[in-house]
């Protein structure tokens, strides 16, 4: 039989060892080698925003959403505001490829009247990420929602409303030359493809204007009060359309499908109310954080603007009652400011 005191003797001098070796590495810590030359490219860069206007939640949200993800890390924002003046936002453009910024975040009026100066931009060294609004000109990314799923989703669910009704529809559309407006109207035409039961009795364009799809809705509604669903490009436009549709006794009656950001007193509180039935947010917040993650990457990655071109396209959130009361289908401008 072998003796089983020097085995145990040993395990503990080995076990002494450890606990003199160990704090000592413990003490030795590696220093990660990436994190300086991405804060060195971050710090002292500036950001420029040019929105095609300000003063309402999308714009104020990736605003809100940018400064708090960048400016810890030394980032400067200048805004340009269009104020919904094309020529203006054309003005701020030209004029920030002079000042060279670092970046530039668009928010596209139409597809053609940036498209030239963006490219510019690019070649000029300046990095552009469209929002939301594309242009015809592809840059560095574009993140924003996919209009053409939008438009298709929308439909389904007034098409889902009209089972069992007049199948009668309108279409209140935005600017028919910003691409959140056409791009929306061929998801509508995917799904009427499939439906040619449903009956389009009015399509036009609100230019994104309260009033002007309020004014529109009212007349539809006269002509067709047997109307069964309407669908919509944008909540902020589509308050007006709810509000002919109030007038008109018919809440509840006609399904209002819409889109947006999914601020809660333009999504969720109105969906509550009954103002809309189905609101499809593209969620801002979100946005706003894809944003920002794609200037860090751009800023640290070193790559020549205009070299590398991606999009991401924003996951939907369909907030309709079922789901309006809950804390994660809306989100606070206020929260976001924090």
């Known amino acids: ?104 975040v668009v928010h596209n009026p139409d597809v053609q009247t940036y498209a030239k100066l963006l490219q510019r931009a690019e070649n000029e ?42 199948n009668k529809i309108a279409i209140i559309q935005g600017a028919l030359s910003a691409a959140a407006s056409a791009y929306t109207l061929k998801g509508v035409e995917n799904v009427l493809a499939k439906h040619p039961e449903i009956k389009v009795v009015s399509s036009q364009a609100a230019d994104w204007d309260a009033a002007k799809a309020k004014a529109i809705t009212q007349t539809v509604l006269k002509q067709n009060p047997d109307l069964c669903g309407i669908v919509g490009f944008w909540d902020g436009m589509d308050i007006g359309t709810a509000a002919a549709v109030k007038e008109a006794g018919l809440t509840g009656k006609v399904f209002l499908a819409t889109s947006g950001g999914g601020e809660r007193k333009g999504a969720c509180e109105l969906v509550k109310s009954g103002a809309f039935d189905l609101n ?51 989100w606070n401008l206020s929260d976001l400011k924090k």
Request: proline content about 5%; hydrophobic content about 40%.
């Open 1 to 104: 039989m072998k003796h089983l005191g020097s085995p145990t003797k040993a395990i503990v001098a080995a076990l002494g060892l450890a606990a003199m070796t160990a704090p000592a590495l413990a003490q030795q810590g590696l220093d990660e080698p990436f994190q300086k030359p991405f804060k060195e490219a971050l710090a002292g860069k500036t950001v420029a925003y040019v929105p095609v206007a300000m003063n309402f939640d999308l714009t104020e949200g990736w605003y809100a959403g940018l400064k708090k993800e960048l400016e810890p890390l030394g980032v400067k924002f200048v805004i340009r505001d269009a104020n919904w003046n094309t020529n203006a936002g054309a003005q701020a453009v030209t004029s920030l490829i002079s000042e060279k910024p670092a970046v530039m």
């Open 125 to 166: 060294g300046i990095y552009v990420i469209q929002i939301n609004m594309g242009s015809a000109y592809r840059s560095s990314a574009f993140v924003g929602a996919n209009w053409v799923e939008i438009g298709e989703r929308q439909t389904e669910g007034v098409v889902k409303a009209c089972e069992g009704k007049s």
């Open 280 to 330: 499809m947010s593209y969620d801002v917040p979100t946005q706003a954080a894809q944003m920002a993650g794609t200037i860090k990457w751009l800023l640290s990655s070193g790559v020549k603007p205009g070299s590398v071109k991606g999009s991401e396209y924003t996951t939907l959130i369909p907030i309709t009652k079922e789901n309006a009361d809950s804390q994660t289908a809306c």
